[in-house]
């Protein structure tokens, strides 16, 4: 956000207000105090729309051509992309096979990498705080106190999912994190951050979808009918246009945490 102030004589202080109150995503006030007969403020509520989609770099498919990977950080990115009605060209990439223009621009060759002022950047976390603060309309900020709420599901997921001991914890652990969040949820609900969704609704969402179907798949497992809320929010989540666009074919999520299971 930019905010802009201009002192200008009372003659000129009409004709510069009309001239920026037609400047696409600027809201104008004007402020009067003791030594200046008028102040223009002009705060900037975002960027311009792009002119071209963005173009992202995301995990192929393992099972079917030209269709979207496993990757649950590459989802968030989607996900904020399709929150914020911002257009983008994904291009798929192979990992297990990854093609040299890919390296050439992102050496470790990791996904998602997008291309944001003609410079490719990478990490979800990055990713999305900048297409944020770019982008601020609608807003999708949780608020920090509330932004870690359900993080530590996804590493219990993987360490139960891994597990090859019944009796090591692991699965104690997961359903305490599931049970701390379904509380959160019937106190703070439906989503994060009340009634509306936003940014660590589109980072878990995507972990929770991996955790319903590689736990069904490879333990035969389910979240228990009685964390209702959080049934509730992930029912919620998994069905909303955004989400359905951008998830992974369920064979795709399976292929992919196979290694994780069988190594």
């Keep these: 956000m930019s905010t802009v102030r ?10 510069t207000f009309n001239h920026l109150l037609h400047r696409p995503n600027s809201v104008v006030s004007v402020t009067r105090n003791a030594k200046n007969s008028g102040a223009l403020r002009v705060v900037s509520m975002s960027s311009s729309p792009p002119s071209a989609p963005f173009e992202i770099c995301v995990k192929a498919s393992v099972t079917t051509p030209n ?27 192979d990992l297990t096979n990854k093609p040299e223009w890919f390296l050439n621009i992102n050496a470790e060759g990791k996904v998602p990498v997008i291309k944001l002022d003609e410079k490719w950047v ?5 990713i999305t705080q900048i297409l ?9 900020v949780t608020p920090p106190e509330k932004a870690t709420a359900g993080s530590k599901i996804f590493s219990t997921f993987i360490g139960f999912l891994k597990s090859k001991d019944p009796n090591d914890g ?5 359903l305490s994190e ?15 951050n009340g009634k509306d969704i936003s940014a660590a609704d589109l980072s878990l969402g995507p972990k929770l979808y991996h955790l319903e ?32 666009k951008t998830r992974a074919q369920p064979q795709d999520v399976i292929e992919g945490w196979r290694p994780k299971v069988e190594g």
């Excluded at 990478?122 to 990055?126: F, G, Q, R, V």
């Excluded at 944020?132 to 999708?140: D, G, Q, V």
Aim: aromatic share 14%.
């Design 6 to 15: 201009i002192q200008a004589p009372a003659c000129a202080l009409y004709s």
């Design 67 to 93: 269709k979207l990977g496993d990757c649950p950080f590459c989802q968030r990115v989607l996900l904020t992309l399709e929150e914020k009605h911002l257009p983008y060209d994904p291009k798929f990439v």
């Design 122 to 126: 990478s990490d979800s976390d990055i």
């Design 132 to 140: 944020e603060e770019k982008y601020p309309s609608p807003p999708l």
């Design 170 to 174: 692991t699965e104690q652990a997961l």
């Design 178 to 192: 599931l049970s701390s969040f379904n509380d959160y949820l019937k106190e703070n609900g439906p989503f994060v």
């Design 213 to 244: 179907i590689a736990l069904g798949h490879y333990k035969k497992w389910q979240v228990p009918g009685s964390l209702q809320y959080l049934k509730s929010y992930m029912k919620d989540i998994f069905s909303r246009e955004s989400f359905i």
